[in-house]
Each structure stands twice: as structure tokens, then as C-alpha cells.
């Protein structure tokens, strides 16, 4: 199976769907569904080695894991609570700037004496002489769950596992508190619950993941290249600003740029002026230096759209990783 096509999975529905279709098309990888509109097959067009599978964050993970598909985009919460041993079998590729959202231990507002995980393990060390019965906490990340009050010392609970609503547990009486992933914090504050305050499991984002245990073919490594170098462009694009200034000594103020905002000059100093690629977090520092440190009078700072780089240092990463793999 030298030329067995790279799969490349798609939330195709649920809360990163919108956001991972619009990150393709900006990456220049138009996603095209094959057949009718409830086809679970599609196509990146001009990539004829590549075959789209469309399915939901969840199954994305646990097929990464099981490797029949090569790459994806899910959760970083459902990669740590579903894969184990995710380290050895999944590379998290790249952070993608969406889906961003907290794993919490959140328990009733009423429990006016819980603030921390400290005041939660008082209470659950009495809680069976209390009431006769375990502390109990709702969730779907059991294997979070269990990691986060495992560190912090907690031992008398049971988990009940809940497949939706679980904000809905504690009112209901159906657990006395939970674990669950929340952005926006308006589902937790409906159901008068709170967060613990370093209850914080994990903060998750959306990632494009590569599957480790997936048979790569040389059409799939080829693929993997183009699509990682368009991703790694869009990638750039984003997270870079493009600054321009009437220095007084472009060479110096590039090497000071260089090092205190880590700003490079990717064309050299064209026509004497100093044109800069500046993290985007960087930039207001980096201006403000330029005007009272450099002598210039104008700055500009433009978005990228997309940033061509040389190399992909991403693919030969990853591609080094499956080699590896391949020869132990
Ligand atoms: N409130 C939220 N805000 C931002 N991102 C979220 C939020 N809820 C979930 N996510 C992210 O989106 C991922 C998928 O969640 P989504 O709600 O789409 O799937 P689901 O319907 O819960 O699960 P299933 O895969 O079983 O259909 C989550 O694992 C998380 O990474
Ligand atoms: O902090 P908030 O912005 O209120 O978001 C939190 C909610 O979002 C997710 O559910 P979702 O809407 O995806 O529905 P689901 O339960 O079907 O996954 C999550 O399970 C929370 O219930
Ligand atoms: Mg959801």
C-alpha cells in the first residue's frame, strides 16, 4: 500500500466544526464534501492523495489513536481523557487558536465553605459519616477526573459518568458535584454552580493532531508536506504582524528588534528601511521602542495573511517521529 491516501478527519459537527472549515479555507485546503450533503467522505481540492473523513471531535480522537486516520483536528481535553498513553501514539501538531476551553471542578454555589480543592477534601473526608453515602461527582473526563483528585489527595468519591446536561447533576440530585468543560462560564452560572477556585483541570484548545500509529505511505508523507507547509504558512500568518519603519539605523534597530521582541527581517533591508515580522503579542512593545528608541517617525503594522517559509520545521518533526516509530 505504497500509495495509500493520507486521511485527514473533520469535526463535522459540534462546537469546532464551523471554526475547523473556516481554519482549512484559510490555509488554502477547501474541504469538499463527496456525493450528496449527508456523505461522510470528502476531498481537499488539487490534493488528490488526501481523503476527508467527517466525524465528531470524540470518534476524531479515538481514531487518531487506533490510527486509521493520519491526521485531525480534536480537543486537547479529549486527547488527554480518552488516548492514555497519548504522548507515545499522538503528536500534537499545532495549537489552532479556537475551541479554547476549561476542564473545572465546579461544585453548588451553596457550599459557601468550598473554595479551593483543599476545603473539597474536608469535605468529602466526612461526607459517608455525613450522609451515608460517598461524595459524588458527574462527568464524562473519568480519566481526568480521577488524575486531578488523585494529586490532590482526594480518595472518598465515586464518579458518576454522564453522557450530557451534566451541569444539571447537583440540581437534580443525581451527583453532588462535577467536572466539565465550560468557555464562557453562562452554563455553570444557570445551574448556580462555581468553579473551584484551583480547580482548573486543564486548559484546552483545538489542535491538529497526527495519528503515530497510522501506516504512513509515501503518498501520505507527501500529502502530510503539503498540507503542513500550508498550515504552517497560515499558522504564521496569524501569529506574526508585519512592521515598517524610517529608522535611523535599520541594521542596528534590526538586532535589537531581533532580540528584545523577537522580530526578524525576512527580506533583509529592502530600500533602507527596516521591514519587520514581529509576533503579534510583541508588536506594541516593539513600535513604541521603534518611535522612542530608533528615531522613527512612522510606524506601520499590517496582518499577514499567510507567511511561505523555507522549510516546515513541523513536517520534518513529525516525519521524524513516524520514522522513528517505523524503525524500532
Ligand atoms: N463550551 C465550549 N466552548 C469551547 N469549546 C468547547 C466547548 N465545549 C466543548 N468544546 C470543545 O469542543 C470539543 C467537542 O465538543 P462538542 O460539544 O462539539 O462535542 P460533543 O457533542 O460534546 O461530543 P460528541 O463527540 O460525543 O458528539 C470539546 O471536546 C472541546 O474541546
Ligand atoms: O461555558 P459555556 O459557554 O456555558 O459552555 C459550556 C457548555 O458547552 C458544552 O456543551 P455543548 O453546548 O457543547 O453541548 P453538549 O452537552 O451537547 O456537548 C459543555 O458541555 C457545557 O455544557
Ligand atoms: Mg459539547
Known amino acids: 500500500m505504497t500509495d495509500a491516501p493520507l486521511v485527514l478527519a473533520v469535526p463535522s459537527k459540534g462546537r469546532l466544526q464551523e471554526n475547523a472549515n473556516a481554519f482549512f479555507a484559510r490555509a488554502g485546503l ?17 490534493l488528490p492523495d488526501v481523503e476527508v473523513a467527517f466525524l465528531s471531535a470524540s470518534e476524531i480522537t479515538r ?13 486537547r481535553d479529549l486527547v488527554e481523557e480518552e488516548v492514555s498513553d ?16 476549561d476542564v473545572v471542578v465546579a461544585v453548588p454555589e451553596a457550599w459557601i465553605d468550598v473554595r479551593c480543592m483543599a476545603d473539597l477534601d474536608d469535605v468529602a473526608a466526612d461526607f459517608r459519616a455525613r450522609h451515608g453515602r460517598w461524595l459524588t461527582v458527574a462527568t464524562k473526563y473519568v ?16 464518579i458518576v459518568e454522564s453522557l450530557g446536561a451534566t451541569e444539571g447533576a447537583p440540581a437534580s440530585g443525581a451527583a453532588d458535584l462535577i467536572v466539565d468543560i465550560t468557555s464562557t462560564g453562562s452554563t455553570l452560572t444557570a445551574n448556580a454552580l462555581k468553579i473551584v477556585g484551583d480547580g482548573v483541570i486543564l486548559q484546552s484548545e483545538a489542535h491538529l493532531v497526527a495519528s503515530l500509529s497510522a501506516t504512513w505511505s509515501g503518498a501520505a508523507r507527501g500529502a502530510l508536506r503539503v498540507i503542513l507547509d500550508r ?11 508585519e512592521i515598517r519603519a524610517d529608522v535611523v539605523d535599520p541594521e542596528g534597530a534590526a538586532k535589537v528588534a531581533a532580540d528584545r521582541f523577537g522580530a526578524t527581517t525576512p527580506f533583509g533591508m529592502p530600500s533602507g528601511h527596516l521591514l519587520l515580522h514581529c509576533p503579534a503579542s510583541k508588536v506594541y512593545a516593539c513600535a513604541e521602542w521603534l518611535r522612542t528608541g530608533a528615531g522613527a517617525r512612522t510606524v506601520s503594522v499590517s496582518r499577514l495573511d499567510t ?10 518533526h513529525l516525519l521524524g517521529r513516524i520514522d522513528g516509530r517505523a524503525r524500532a
Not at 89 to 99: A, H, M, S, T
Not at 144 to 152: A, D, G, P
Not at 231 to 240: D, F, H, K, P
Request: no cysteine.
Open 30 to 46: 477547501p474541504v469538499v464534501q463527496q456525493g450528496s450533503a449527508r456523505s461522510y467522505r470528502g476531498r481537499i481540492g488539487g
Open 143 to 158: 480519566n481526568l477526573t480521577r488524575r486531578f483528585f488523585t494529586q490532590n489527595g482526594i480518595a472518598d468519591y465515586r
Open 63 to 75: 481514531e487518531l489513536a487506533a490510527g486509521s486516520v493520519h491526521l485531525g483536528i480534536t480537543g
Open 86 to 101: 497519548f504522548a507515545q501514539r499522538l503528536d500534537l501538531v499545532l495549537p489552532l487558536g479556537f475551541g479554547h476551553a
Open 307 to 316: 507567511v511561505f517559509a523555507s522549510t516546515s520545521p513541523l513536517a520534518e
Open 231 to 241: 498550515i504552517e504558512a497560515e499558522s504564521a500568518g496569524r501569529s506574526l504582524r
